[in-house]
């Protein structure tokens, strides 16, 4: 068996005898039915309509069969319309939403200058700005200008609405009410804590105040708060109850991407319908059966999820989700932009063992340790090898090992496996290990 590793601008060789394959996993294939931009108009022509949606799947329309408000509708008498996207981190087409929202609001009179797009970075920092070319594309010169992005740690840019059924406080920010028209883009994938990425997820945490975000994600260290999981999740909760407080009214256009980062579906109108019928495309591209749990697990943060290891820790967790305890995880990513947030990093760097770093989290929790108690319970339980351009000595502060390549990283885990009594150790390969939520046969 032989298989190729993307890793920056290559691909990294990965060779093993057929016997050991368990499987290759990636999202599953999805008939798109159209170009980007074909999908989007679809979507855009279809809107739907608040409750014609749910976690649960489609449910008959509004009372008279009425459906979701269109675009044009909603834009009519509005005259400062914020758009919110996402920041570099994720693969949203901002480029291809851009190009089927703009020719919709310039019929509707609205001016440029009438617009302003707020970039949800969350907590992470401001985009440079060959990020910004990234995101808007061929917009970029029309549109930089109205650009503005999000900073979490700005106080004085955030309004208080009170807090979650959870205590978390709700502090968003105040652009949302100066504008009369909101528009809220993004993309839907599985998420290890958030169940899944999109819809309401653009308020809180995307422009939500530091100390939301932190009291949120907190809520990731309850075992309630995984991939694929939104009913009784607490992280979702807290977004879902910042929702009612936004004033303005708000149309959504969701994508989801399959394994080639093309645009697959596309859902618009109201957010939480929209969102629900996304996430039902999502499970059916991103959720994927394999035959039976691992010895070995190789794990692949594709781009632009390889940023960091804070975001390809996403990689790790699906990755572990099919792996044996005392099993080999190994991770590839070039984590170019180094660790990411470095909270997490240090909590780890300052415990001796996986399990003093949950005490530790347990004891006095900082954003960011959610990342880091993830993390230790996989190495906890398990191997951790990473191929990444991180120093050695750094991911071993973390209890991740390093290797120089995916094939020496492999042979080593074969090795292991043998020496512990598995006569064919089974391999799963995640070739994109952010997105792909491996479903072991118990």
Request: aromatic share 6%.
């Amino acid at each position: 068996m032989k298989i190729a590793i993307p890793y920056l601008d290559r691909t990294l060789p990965l060779e093993f005898p057929d016997e050991n394959l368990l499987a290759v996993a990636e999202p599953n294939e999805f008939s798109s039915g159209g170009s980007p931009e074909e999908i989007l108009a679809e979507a855009l022509a279809k809107p739907w309509g608040p409750g014609t949606c749910t976690a649960r799947g489609s449910v008959p329309a509004a009372p008279g069969g009425k459906s979701g408000q269109g675009l044009a509708e909603f834009l009519a008498g509005g005259r400062r319309v914020l758009i919110i996207i996402n920041d570099a981190t994720r693969p949203t087409p901002t480029e291809a939403v851009l190009g089927a929202l703009l020719p919709v609001i310039e019929r509707s009179g609205i001016e440029t200058e009438g617009l302003t797009l707020l970039v949800a970075t969350g907590a992470h920092r401001a985009p440079a700005e060959e990020e910004y070319r990234q995101i808007l594309g061929g917009f970029y010169d029309k549109l930089r200008s109205r650009c503005v992005h999000h900073d979490a740690r700005k106080d004085e840019d955030m309004a208080d609405l009170g807090s979650t059924r959870n205590g978390t406080p709700i502090l968003l920010n105040k652009r949302l009410f100066e504008a009369d028209r909101i528009i809220a883009t993004g993309s839907v994938e599985p998420h290890y804590f958030a169940g899944f990425t999109g819809g309401r997820k653009a308020f809180l945490p995307g422009i939500a105040a530091y100390k939301t975000i932190q009291a949120n994600h907190k809520q990731a260290l309850s075992p309630q708060s995984r991939s694929l999981a939104l009913e009784g999740n607490p992280v979702h909760e807290d977004m879902m109850d910042a929702l009612p407080l936004i004033k303005a009214p708000v149309f959504s256009v969701m994508t989801v991407l399959d394994k080639e980062q093309r645009t697959a579906a596309a859902a618009a109108g109201d957010l939480m319908a929209s969102f629900y019928a996304a996430v039902e495309s999502a499970r059916r591209i991103f959720c994927v059966p394999v035959p039976a749990m691992a010895d070995i697990v190789v794990s692949v943060a594709k781009f632009p999820m390889d940023i960091d290891l804070y975001q390809s820790q996403k990689a790790i967790d699906n990755g572990a989700a099919a792996l044996k305890d005392g099993g080999t995880l190994i991770l590839v990513s070039s984590c170019r932009d180094g660790i990411g947030d470095e909270a997490y990093a240090k909590l780890l760097a300052q415990a001796s063992s996986p399990a003093d770093a949950i005490e530790r989290i347990r004891a006095g929790y900082k954003l960011g340790f959610h990342k880091a108690a993830k993390m230790a319970a996989v190495s906890g339980r398990a191997v951790v090898k990473a191929v990444t351009e991180l120093p050695p000595e750094q991911l071993k502060s973390m209890f991740i090992g390093s290797a120089p390549s995916p094939q020496a990283a492999l042979d080593e885990a074969l090795m292991s496996a043998r020496a512990g009594g598995a006569a064919v150790p089974k391999i799963l390969i995640l070739p994109d290990g952010c997105v792909t939520v491996p479903d072991p046969v118990r």
